[in-house]
């Protein structure tokens, strides 16, 4: 059954985990790098698809701070990779409206990779169709230290007084500041975990994993996805009851 716009509840902010590509390459006796290139088509076509729905914030996990750790190899074939996927959605980035934002610290990207991407967010600033968020380089612990850092720092100078801190300061201190959190996040690639993706402001996510991995997730994939989000009820807490009665 091909399921359609109309079966499903939008969500506001969908976040994805984009895992498997290496696997999937393996699996054809590819290089590993066979597969993130694969990769960069479900990217293209999750876009479209994600701005076409009317979704306002997609986020999607392109590198950890843990990924660092892979071979120098593959480390420089992804940041070629994003670099040229930046370089190539300029234009339709535009046409579409969308606006780009990184999460995670851009200072240890490769130079022309940092320049390519600081370009591509200055000139869709004004975009509002909807905000892609490229999380690179990003881990959520440090993106929590560096927030609980710069309130520490205003604390002691007086610009903010510790007794009124509250929950919104904090995620206002997040590389997701002003954006709705994630009603939905998405794991592509048979593995149940976050990976340090998104922990404060996942919390009350819905989360879905699937077996398929990542070159293999396209339109069809994530409007499977959509449809399993719609049939959940959000409680928040609350008895069943009480949110169907509102
Ligand atoms: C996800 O695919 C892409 C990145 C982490 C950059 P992987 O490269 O992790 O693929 P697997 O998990 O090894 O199959
Ligand atoms: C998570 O995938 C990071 C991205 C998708 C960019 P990994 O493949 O790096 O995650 P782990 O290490 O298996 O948890
Ligand atoms: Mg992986």
Redesign the pocket.
């Known amino acids: 059954m091909e399921i359609q716009e109309k079966d499903c509840t939008i969500p506001r902010h969908v976040a994805l985990?984009?895992?498997g590509n290496?696997r999937w390459a393996e699996e054809r006796h590819r290089p590993r790098l066979f597969g993130h290139k694969a990769g960069v088509d479900s990217v293209r076509e999750v876009v479209e698809t994600a701005r076409s729905l009317g979704i306002e914030v997609l986020t999607l996990?392109?590198?950890?701070t843990?990924?660092w750790n892979r071979p120098e190899g593959e480390v420089s074939g992804l940041m070629g990779l994003l670099k040229n996927y930046l370089r190539s959605e300029l234009r339709t980035m535009l046409r579409n409206g969308i606006r780009l934002n990184c999460l995670g610290l851009p200072q240890r990207l490769p130079e022309d990779v940092r320049t390519v991407l600081q370009q591509t967010i200055e000139e869709t600033r004004s975009c509002t169709a909807m905000t892609l968020n490229l999380?690179l380089n990003y881990g959520s612990r440090s993106e929590l230290l560096v927030a609980i850092q710069a309130i520490a720092r205003q604390c002691l100078e007086g610009s903010l007084d510790w007794h009124s801190l509250t929950e919104e300061t904090l995620s206002a201190h997040l590389f997701t500041a002003g954006q709705p959190d994630p009603d939905l996040v998405i794991r592509t690639?048979g593995?149940n975990?976050l990976?340090n993706?998104l922990l404060w402001q996942a919390s009350y996510a819905e989360l879905y994993f699937t077996e398929i991995k990542w070159p293999d997730f396209r339109k069809e994939q994530f409007m499977e996805a959509l449809y399993s989000y719609s049939k959940r009820q959000r409680r928040f807490g609350k008895t069943g009851a009480q949110v169907v009665t509102g």
């Open positions: 985990i984009m895992d290496g996990y392109a590198f950890s843990e990924n999380a690639g593995e975990r990976s993706f």
